[in-house]
């Protein structure tokens, strides 16, 4: 049995506490990122009055409560130094981790990164590999090294994107992925069977954080862009499009064949509006959007 302590956020931190526990493993302790985003007082008054999912969690698990500002800070490594784990795993935490944090484990620091790394290292893959199109994305465990998400894979498992899901939907579905592979990992590791691959930089890529321009849908692409970039975007934000010097938040919207009389309609322009939708044509069809 191993001494797993868990660094993570929402989902992938319950996926890798039930994970580890379901597999026979002891969580000795986690760090939220409640722990990071609040001061003490306001964590202190939001843990009495509106506990996160994560805080739940933790209580559920009968999981101590890591407590640090930082993963990188010196109060995590007294926590560290009394709780004793054998490995470190994380998941959905944005800091980047010192050599100092990473080398303290004897087992290793390990991140769970929902991608099939090397492609789409960095922020938000779910968002990105739905954006390309890609009906294909994955869970990969490495060690954590000097640089996000380019350290030695240790275990992998391809995860299919179905046509129309959104990415949140794909963020639930690759934490399935990792609270089962988590067990096979620490127990691969417990038994010395991990062989560690280094990852293939001719194959690497590298996705940068969401901004407000990525949020702007454009109109004038094919039918398949369009939906793959709305569904991209939610639930996490709301996608809109530019309509002269408008802006019109996507609520809902649902694709119409092009018709021979539009055809000649200059693409990306408006061929209806009333109080509720707006029509526009699209490369190779409408688009029908409820303001």
Known sequence: ????????????????ISGSVYSGHKVVGALRCDRVSYSKFTLFLKDIFAPSHDLSLLRAFGVYDVKAPSINSKEFVKEFEKLKPDVILVGSWAEKISPKIASLPKLGCINCHPSLLPRHRGANPYFWTIFLGEDLTGVTFHYVNEKFDCGDILLQEAVTIDNNMNAGELRD???????????????????????????????????????????????????????????????????????????????????????????????????????????????????????
């Open 1 to 16: 049995m191993l001494r797993v302590l868990v660094v993570g956020y929402n989902k992938m931190l319950s996926a890798l």
């Open 173 to 291: 579905r690759c934490s399935k992925y990792a609270q089962g592979l988590v067990g096979e990992l620490l127990n691969k590791i417990e038994r010395g069977e991990i062989v560690a691959k280094v990852q293939d930089e001719s194959r690497a890529s590298y996705e940068s954080q969401i901004e407000y321009k990525d949020t702007i849908v454009d109109l004038r692409k094919a039918k398949k862009d369009i939906h793959n970039h709305i569904r991209a975007l939610r639930p996490w934000y709301m996608p809109s499009f530019r309509l002269d010097s408008r802006k019109i938040y996507i609520k809902n919207y649902r694709f119409l064949a092009l018709a021979d009389k539009y055809k000649d309609v200059r693409i990306g322009s408006k061929v209806f509006e009333n109080a509720k939708i707006v029509i526009i044509r699209a490369l190779d069809c409408l688009v029908e959007i409820t303001k």
